[in-house]
């Protein structure tokens, strides 16, 4: 492993939280702190209190320690979580870091969000994992709180609820995993995981290959190893500057890593003592930045949607129109998987996300505060150390000259659509394409691989009733498969259109998150065979080239495909989940509800 890239990976204390008499802060000798926060309310506040320590010393502590601040961390351990399996050890170090700082770690859990391991889909869960992380750190007694999460929707989860509850904050990410070799070749989820399975489709290897390679994909703790969306939403918590600098990159099975957990613990305890809260870190300009490095690093379309949700916890909007100014202005320099060659391992021994930020830092909001107590600008003073410019790029001799993401509009998606630009083909930037539409996905199941499809390498792919609103939640099934037929002939991309996501690991020429969607009676339920589908990447555009009294017609003659549910967490789904370009999230989370908003 080379050395670490930052002379000091996660200066926790460079500059030293001073106290803001402006804030509630356990400095303050008035508010009440530790354990006799949010008492129990049982009409009687010194019975809640005594009643309190007296079950706490059932746990055993001493009473000096009974008397100190709290710092809970959330751990989300579950073994239905591979990415997670590192966490006990995480949580162990972030309670060493708390206490020799002088204050209590209390480890409470939550829900847990195994990305393969959920049904119908994680995202459907993020907004109750988010419910669950802010009640438990509003409704238990702790002066900061440290999140411990990796896989793909935990972070967002962690980072919406605890926005909402709005105590001190600090986010310790697993890591990514590493890579392992595999007959001479370098294998890393779940890029590779999609290679094979085309190759696999494609009928290039059989059966007993693909049985090998599915042993040697993910063979360690962490996230997966490519800038999919777990590694994306690492690297924008580090540039919101909720996690400690130098830190997002580490891998999972690094040493480093554990040291980041305790010096985490630590920082919290600062924060908590400076009434430095999570609202004071994101910020309208700290999610600028973590926009410019989404679209410098060539992030996942997932991170739009999360990213979107998280601020919205706060009030602050992300206009997909603004996203497409800041990506015209934004250069790539990351390039791993699934554009480059490269692993998040590379990226840490490049230099990790500093790295990034160094190369961008002309771009960038710099005053915004960390959760080490510097700003970002601060942070950046000093050398940048070693960085392999193989794999980030300096600003001035970028890979793309602009960002990788887009978002388009036009009669197909009047309220926005996402395109990975960074990961498509620029021969299908500017067609005009016949529609072969897929009503669900059951029915891209059934007819995918029919050998009588009517399908051209040069037709467009759709995939209708796969967004928020639909019985499936807006799964990771943007990436339609290549048809086996074209496949076979060596088609290897096509213009793919829909309004469900896509696996940060994927790649195409794939263009997701329409909105409105079909189930709320977006223009894309209104699509049928034979259609043209104009795309212009230059114009920002996505436009179904059929008249509006046809569009009408049809509307009239096809109710949209609703999903009913009568009772428990998905009837509250059903009810109050929002669209992709407002994060999907609940109406009723948002820091300003909107009422019934959401509609197409
Ligand atoms: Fe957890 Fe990929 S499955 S990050």
Redo the contacts with the bound molecule.
Sequence with gaps: MAAVPEPAPFPSTRRSLAPNPAKSSIMSDDTPHGLSRGLTNYGDRDFARYLRLSMARAMGYSTDLLRKPVVGIASTYSEF???HRGVPELVTAVKRGVLAAGGLPLEFPTISL???FLNPTSLFFRNLMAMDTEEMIRGQPMDAVVLVG???KTVPAQLMGALSAGLPTVQVVTGPMMTSRWRGERLG??TDCRRFWAKYRAGEIDDATIEEVEGNLATTAG??AVM???STMASLAEALGIILPGTAAIPAVHADRIRAAEASGAAALALARAGTTIRDIITPKSVENALRVLLAIGGSTNAIIHLTAIAGRAGIPVDLHRLNELSDTTPVLVDLKPTGPFYMEDLHAAGGIGAVLRELKPLLHLDCLTVSGETLGQRLEGGPGHVDHAVVRPLAEPLQPQGGLVALFGSLAPRGAILKRAAADPKLFETEARAVVFSSLEDLAARIDDPDLDVRPDDALVLQNAGPLSPSGMPEAGYLPIPQKLARAGVKDMLRISDARMSG?AYGTIVLHVTPDAASGGPLGLVRDGDRIRVSVRERRLDLMVEAAELERRRAETPPVTAQAKRGYASLYRREVLLADQGCDFDFLLENPQGAARGG
């Design positions: 979580n591979n990415c195994g990305e393969v990796g896989c793909d989820a779940c996230t997966c999919g969306t777990a690991t």
